[in-house]
């Protein structure tokens, strides 16, 4: 909670009569969030628009009352899991960000919670064993592969970059055959490595998928190119 932003956020919730009413507010959780779904990795602007979600709910009685204004209790989120979370509980969800331990403090999820929870096989999400069982829970009341949209931009996203990593293999691999074209080459691969890491960066949908799914051959690949540049 040290990063500049997040200090502005807090001082202007401080004041504000609501958790919504100060875009600037608003904008800050956008950017801490790199543009993208707290819970599905999409794109609001593409899938749907952008919202606040409460990690904890916002409904009377349930949390404390000081929640609602929390930065960190404070998500952006696409309208669709927005609403599928609806006033469902936290315990039924990986958070993204922060909960609350049995003492009411506060913690940062460590990133191995979710990792141990959740993981991608091709481009759907499983579950992975776990005592609290909230990686089920939140693919199943997220339906996070029962949404059209969503599974086919993930499709997209998937099935570009592995079109992408074959190109740049089949120049990687020809490059020491035929070296006359080598000038034109050099740029293909600077181009293509571009693209693939792209699709990595935080910013763009869905990369936790493409590292979990191409990061270790991403890495060879970017190996033998320095090797040979
Ligand atoms: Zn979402």
């Not at 800050?28 to 779904?37: A, E, P």
């Not at 609001?44 to 929640?67: D, L, M, N, R, T």
């Not at 939140?138 to 086919?152: C, F, G, M």
Request: contains cysteine; charged residues 30%.
């Amino acid at each position: 909670m040290k990063s500049p932003l997040v200090r502005e956020a807090i001082i202007r919730l401080a004041v504000s009569e609501k958790y919504d009413s100060d875009p600037r507010v608003r904008e800050i959780i956008r950017t801490l969030y790199h543009g993208c779904c707290a819970y599905c990795e999409c794109k609001p602007e593409a899938g749907s628009s952008f919202e606040i979600e409460h990690f904890y709910i916002k409904k009377k009685g349930v949390y404390p009352e000081e929640y609602a204004k929390d930065i960190r209790n404070l998500h952006y989120s696409c309208k669709a899991c927005n609403t599928k979370k609806s006033t469902n509980k936290a315990d039924l969800f990986l958070s993204p960000n922060y909960r609350v331990d049995a003492n009411g403090k506060w913690y940062d999820t460590p990133s191995s919670d979710i990792e141990n929870s959740i993981s991608y096989k091709d481009y759907l999400l499983v579950a992975l064993n776990t005592d609290s069982g909230r990686g089920a829970s939140t693919i199943a009341k997220l339906q996070l592969n029962d949404r059209p949209y969503l599974v086919e931009s993930r499709i997209r996203s998937y099935s570009q970059v592995y079109k992408l990593l074959q190109a740049t293999s089949e120049i990687l691999g020809t490059y020491t055959r035929t070296q006359e074209d080598a000038p034109a080459k050099k740029k293909a691969r600077i181009i293509l490595f571009g693209l693939i890491k792209s699709y990595m960066s935080d910013d763009a949908e869905f990369s936790t998928m493409i590292i979990q799914n191409f990061g270790v051959q991403i890495e060879q690949l970017l190996k033998v190119w320095k090797k040979i540049k």
